[in-house]
């Protein structure tokens, strides 16, 4: 699926062919990124890689766009995006790993039944790192992200981050001090059933200081908007149409430096909540001291399609 091009560039859904590019890019590109930074996880070794199983998953949803550079086929940009959806609306049939973990945001497993995602966090992450940064993401989104819950140590069933979409029991045990009843949630405050996140934004060096950066998220609006309206479908990276079982009516991102803020900011996304980084200690360190003075906070930001 193509969306509209400019002179140098073609934005499309991620394909098969270039999956292995978008993992790659990915990988060099999170070197630049202000929480992989804060929280040591280049120190930590084996982490980035670790990380890189949480991407490949996220592919299977069909929301991962492109940026291809026309003459060379290179790969310039890629957005991997996740829809989710509001507890209210999961439907009732049975669903494959990959859909369940697309919607899985707001569900909480039944009586005495394993979280599929808190398996996957068993079996699949290992590296602190990689824990810290999806209990630090919990701490910036999951306030504002979980509905009509009670305060965290009531809850009996992990809850899913919004960096990963996965959690464990130790990262409960890490968030019981966080009142949810005090903040507002993201689809009651904007009376939506569906969401997309932009989960993960990369630009290969070559190509920085264009305004690709800026491009790619109107591309992402664009995206939700068509999946919203019936224009665009999701597809994987096979071509093949996949189900529609999530209709985003909202788009949001969790930002960690100033440029990415700028641009969603122009977009004309709202700021819902803001995490300074003098706050967070990770291995005796502040992630402030590991990040620099120039980027300070993360953000929460949402943008209505």
């Not at 899985?104 to 068993?122: H, V």
């Not at 981050?161 to 009142?179: E, H, N, T, W, Y």
């Not at 300074?276 to 360190?285: A, E, I, N, V």
Request: aromatic letters at 8%; hydrophobic letters at 40%.
């Amino acid at each position: 699926m193509f969306l509209d091009s400019d002179d140098e560039l073609v934005y499309k859904l991620l394909t098969r062919d270039k999956v292995e590019d978008a993992l790659a890019l990915q990988a060099q590109t999170m070197k630049q990124e202000n929480l992989a930074i804060g929280l040591g996880m280049f120190e930590d070794d084996g982490a980035p890689e670790e990380m890189n199983l949480i991407f490949k998953e996220i592919i299977k949803d069909g929301t991962t766009l492109i940026a291809v550079d026309k003459k060379t086929n290179e790969l310039a940009a890629v957005a991997f995006n996740k829809l989710h959806a509001s507890f209210y609306s999961i439907p009732t049939e049975a669903h494959t790993f990959h859909q369940t973990f697309s919607i899985s945001l707001k569900a909480k497993p039944k009586e005495g039944a394993k979280d599929e995602l808190e398996t996957f966090i068993e079996e699949n992450l290992r590296h602190r790192t990689c824990r810290e940064l999806i209990k630090f993401l919990d701490d910036v989104s999951v306030p504002w992200l979980l509905a009509e819950l009670p305060r965290l140590d009531q809850v009996s069933s992990p809850i899913c981050s919004v960096i990963a979409l996965l959690v464990s029991q130790s990262l409960i045990r890490g968030l019981k001090d966080i009142d949810v009843q005090s903040k507002v949630d993201v689809f009651e405050r904007y009376n939506v059933n569906g969401a997309m996140e932009l989960f993960y934004l990369g630009t290969n060096p070559r190509y920085q200081g264009r305004g690709i950066g800026r491009q790619i998220v109107e591309k992402c609006i664009e995206f939700g908007r068509g999946l919203l309206n019936g224009t665009i479908k999701r597809t994987s990276i096979d071509g093949s149409i996949l189900e529609q079982h999530v209709l985003p009516e909202i788009i949001y991102c969790v930002v960690a430096s100033n440029y990415s803020q700028r641009i969603v900011d122009k977009l004309g996304f709202q700021v819902l909540h803001e995490a300074r980084y003098d706050d967070y200690s990770f291995g005796g360190k502040k992630m402030s001291e590991r990040i620099g003075d120039v980027h300070r906070t993360a953000k929460l930001q949402v943008l209505k399609l």
